[in-house]
């Protein structure tokens, strides 16, 4: 039976850290592989590298296992992962495998065989000598403990305090002892509970738990001779004292279909630990599959979270087992949806029958059926029951993208902290929950009698009640030898009674469903290449880079009317609210949830005022305000007058910030039956109105406000003897301020000067060639009389720019290229800006000519594509740059960085050329790999531009 693919996110899950995922994501399409295959349950490809010689990947899907021959340390490497994203995509047929992969398969079969041959000829074991080694091992672990007791009973006697003061020291200096002792395990729990100490409001709620649950496992440990089998065994574990693999295999068996339902890491200064959670489609029943790793290190990779894995577990010994050992593998499989769910009121039941039987568990998993998160941070069931997230993990915002508000079954790890989630499934599809760091801070739970002894010390004052207020029940006080261990000993009881009677949630409510989407989401491959961008470092070129690119492919996909994947909204989100330069084509991709999910995260509002996709006429009463923008937007492109009469219905109501807002949207269908509503606009209290007004009558042919403004100028500048004579205005009287001109300019520029520049970029263009009665040409070269030809020009060349007028906007280009320092930078770079592509591509050619470092700023005025004459120049000039002394290096560099998202990507090629070139001109140094980044970046466009058609 053929396997199916895994998804994306099942792939993903594999990597062993998000550089080897971004990594993989970048070899994941089918230009990378020159061959790939899958032969029966083997995946095989052969991946484009820098070499030669294309890396051989090869991955068996039934464990899984993995090989490939680049010198990449981690497994699975990025060859092996993109691999399998190029088969979860369905772009791998069936093939024969070639020789070297039956060679890998040969040789992992021959090294089974010998390690079972191996453990078939070991000796017996001397058991006395071992019983020995036994004895003396419990001896020393005995004698730790003892001790252990001892300061257990001295932290409480003095005081927890002083613990603040003197931080996680003294834990460490006790760990380091268990250590001696042999009993390593609980030497770990005591440097954790060392790190509780002064961290958050409840530190000493939390540390006398801590310690009172220690004080409860030495209590334990001194009776384990009179406890049951499997309580003893989990003290022992508890302590430190080993169970062997072999032991843990010998025991019975279960064979069921397990369903992987997710993984956490978590790192630490000494080992990296992987607790990944099973759970059986018959049995019911769940597993624990501890691995661990040096940091730095990969960890196994051996079991793919959200499939199916047809195996035989084997379960360590204990009170509440959980931790099992995978005996055998039958197979793997993808699944879909998760079987065994439960409500949240059966899965704390099921968290409280494990308390009682052991007191130390700390989290067991849960697999929560149709819940959906509440506005307060927990997950609510269709019964009304809820419980907690993790303080961490809450708000659960890549729950909410994923599925929408919508009831979908969820996994996860539940302990004293809260709930802390795995993986959802929303419309059937695993999605793991993205990692999140945090301590697990539990809220307080001890009774505050309690507490406030131990911190006191019993030394000062000595516990001596009876019972204990445990919500309205008196609890008996455990009596203990002294007052210290009668304060642990009752404060353990205390908190696992608590712990264990933790009860759902009633009374919440969930957050109301997303709306409906109707437009596709983009394809996998597309989506892929968006999780590279959002990914840190994005694309081939870096953090900067990556955004440009990003920007790339929102306005791509928002053009041809895609959606992003749901799942990768909030990174979206927040890299918007990063960038304003996103958020136009972000508004249009993240359709209706992305604006759902704004609604409820302040740092995201930002997307609700901007135009939202898919308008509709409800939400013109009812919608945000970028859904009415986007409303009245549309409805202005149908029907302008429409339009009109809608928004002059309600204008005086708006608030001032919406007006401003939606007399913008009347730059769509302008007219001139929009001016009576344009002029009232120039009367508005608010400033951002008045100029928005102000500017759409100045660009609305015939209206009262260019007439007036024509009239203004005419009476600044007048034509006298074939030149040009200037009487600026002395003053911004009430009608100059009406029509937008601001009545004081920045300091160090006279009144007259500002005014002047003011009234001619407000006028229009033809009043000048009118009134003179000559062209654009022959008035700017007109001479102006007391030097006010700088001033002049300035204004008339920003109405050129507001304007578009290519009549104007020529000659002004063709002066201030003449010397690009003489000129107002800002200003020269809104006049490149302003003319047509083909005009801006030729000064920018003609600037590249003649001063390649200088014409850098012009050439980046142009948004790209590159016509060819541009692009010819520009791969010119980088290939005289980079061959050029240290002088050029950084002109070289700029260049490629601005032509990265302008140059057309057919040009990949030739620059792969250029890069090979330059490395064997100039082996030692690195001149060419600025030239092959931006080959690689071309590379990266083509297939992005491929991946969204």
Not at 120 to 133: H, L, S, Y
Not at 152 to 163: E, K, M, P, S, Y
Not at 628 to 655: K, N, S
Not at 924 to 939: D, I, N, S, W
């Amino acid at each position: 039976m053929p396997i199916e693919p895994w998804s994306n996110a099942q792939v993903l899950a594999l990597a062993p850290d998000p550089s080897s995922a971004k990594g993989a994501r970048s070899v994941s399409g089918a230009a990378k592989w020159t061959a790939a295959g899958l032969d029966d349950d083997v995946l095989w490809g052969l991946c484009r590298g820098s070499g030669s010689n294309p890396y051989q990947a090869c991955v068996d899907l039934t464990e899984p296992a993995y090989r490939c021959s680049c010198p990449s340390r981690k497994f699975p490497c990025k060859h092996a992962l993109g691999l399998l994203l190029l088969w979860s995509d369905g772009g791998v047929t069936e093939q024969a495998a070639p020789d070297w992969v039956r060679e890998w398969q040969e040789k992992r079969s021959a090294r089974a065989a010998n390690t079972a041959a191996k453990r078939a000829q070991a000796g017996p074991v001397d058991q006395a000598a071992a019983e020995k080694r036994a004895g003396q091992r419990a001896d020393r672990v005995t004698a730790g403990l003892t001790e252990l007791d001892r300061w257990l009973t001295d932290q409480v006697t003095q005081g927890l305090a002083g613990a603040q003061r003197a931080g996680s020291v003294p834990y460490a200096t006790m760990a380091a002892r268990l250590v001696d002792a042999q009993a390593s395990t609980v030497a770990g729990t005591v440097r954790r509970v060392g790190e509780v100490v002064g961290v958050g409001a409840d530190w000493a709620d939390r540390l006398l738990g801590e310690l009172s649950l220690l004080r409860l496992l030495v209590a334990g440990h001194s009776r384990i001779e009179e406890l049951p089998a499997e309580l003893a065994a989990t003290v022992r574990s508890r302590v430190g004292l080993p169970v062997t693999t072999e032991e843990v295999l010998a025991g019975p068996a279960l064979r069921d279909r397990w369903q992987v339902l997710g993984h956490v890491d978590l790192p630490d200064e000494r080992l990296v630990a992987r607790r990944t959670w099973l759970h059986g489609i018959e049995s019911g029943r769940s597993a624990l599959l501890l691995a661990f790793a040096a940091p730095g290190q990969a960890l196994p990779a051996d079991v793919v979270p959200g499939s199916v894995l047809d195996a035989e577990l084997c379960w360590y010994p204990g009170a509440f087992p959980q931790r099992a050992l995978l005996a055998r593998r039958h197979g793997t499989a993808p699944a879909g949806p998760p079987v065994g769910a439960v409500s949240v009121r059966d899965a704390l039941a099921g968290w409280s029958a494990a308390l009682a039987a052991e007191p130390w568990c700390d989290q067991v998993v849960m697999l929560l059926a149709d819940v959906v998160p509440t506005v307060d941070g927990h997950l609510i069931d269709r019964a009304g029951d809820a419980i907690a997230l993790r303080p961490a993990d809450n708000p659960p915002w890549w729950l909410l993208a994923a599925a929408g508000g919508r009831p979908v079954p969820v996994a996860g790890e539940y302990g004293p902290a809260g709930f802390r989630p795995l993986a959802a499934w929303p419309d059937g599809e695993y999605v793991p929950a993205p990692a999140r760091t945090g301590a697990d801070l539990r809220p307080a739970q001890l009774p505050p009698e309690l507490v406030s002894a131990a911190l006191v010390g019993t030394g000062r004052r000595p516990f001596t009640a009876v019972t204990i207020d445990l919500g309205g029940r008196a609890l008996p006080v455990v009596s203990g030898a002294d007052p210290a261990t009668t304060l642990l000993d009752t404060a353990a009881v205390a908190l696992t009674y608590q712990r264990a009677g933790v009860t759902a949630d009633p009374g919440r409510s969930p957050v109301e469903a997303a709306p409906a989407e109707t437009r596709p989401v983009v394809p996998a491959p597309a989506a892929r290449r968006l999780a590279s961008l959002l990914a840190d470092g994005g694309g081939p070129g870096g953090a900067e880079l990556g955004q440009r690119l990003l920007g790339g492919w929102l306005r791509l996909a928002a053009e041809r009317g895609y959606l992003a994947p749901a799942q990768s909204l909030p990174a979206l989100l927040e890299s918007g609210r990063r960038s304003s330069a996103l958020r136009a084509p972000l508004a249009t991709v993240a359709g209706r949830r992305g604006g759902w999910l704004a609604a409820q995260n302040a740092e995201w509002s930002y997307l609700l005022t901007e135009a939202a996709p898919d308008p509709n006429p409800g939400d013109w009463a009812t919608g945000t305000p970028g859904e009415r923008l986007a409303y009245l937007v549309a409805l202005r492109r149908a029907d302008p007058a429409a339009g009109l009469d809608l928004l002059v219905g309600v204008f005086d109501d708006e608030a001032p910030e919406d007006r401003a807002r939606f007399v913008g949207a009347l730059a769509n269908g302008l007219a001139d039956r929009d001016e009576p509503l344009l002029e009232r606009a120039l009367d508005d209290r608010r400033k951002e109105v008045r100029e928005a007004a102000a500017g759409l009558l100045c660009g609305l042919p015939g209206s009262a406000l260019r007439g007036r403004m024509a009239r203004r100028a005419l009476g600044c500048v007048r034509l006298d003897g074939g030149q040009l004579v200037v009487t600026p205005p002395t003053e911004c009287d009430a009608g100059m301020r009406r029509d937008g001109i601001p009545p004081k300019g920045p300091q160090g520029v006279g009144v007259g000067a500002w005014l002047l520049g003011e009234v001619v970029a407000r006028t229009p263009l033809e009043a000048w060639c009118g009134a003179f009665d000559r062209t654009a040409e022959e008035i700017l070269a007109l001479p102006v009389a007391d030097d006010w030809g700088p001033v002049l020009h300035r204004g008339l060349a920003r109405a050129a720019v507001a304007q578009r007028d290519s009549g104007w906007l020529v000659p002004l280009a063709d002066e201030m290229s003449q010397d690009l320092d003489r000129h107002d930078e800002r200003l020269t770079a809104q006049l490149y800006e302003a003319l047509s592509p083909s005009d801006l591509a030729r000064y920018a050619t003609a600037a590249l000519r003649r001063s390649q470092g200088r014409a850098l700023r012009v050439v980046e005025l142009h948004p790209g594509p590159w016509p060819e004459p541009l692009a010819d120049a520009v791969v010119e000039s980088i290939g005289a740059l980079v061959r050029g002394d240290h002088r050029t290096e950084w002109q070289a560099g700029e260049l490629c960085r601005i032509a990265a998202t302008a140059l057309p990507p057919a040009y990949a090629a030739q620059l792969a050329e250029l890069a090979d070139t330059i490395e064997r001109e100039h082996p030692e140094t690195r001149r060419g790999g600025v030239v092959r980044r931006l080959a690689a970046t071309l590379t990266f466009r083509h297939e992005m531009y491929e991946e969204l058609r």
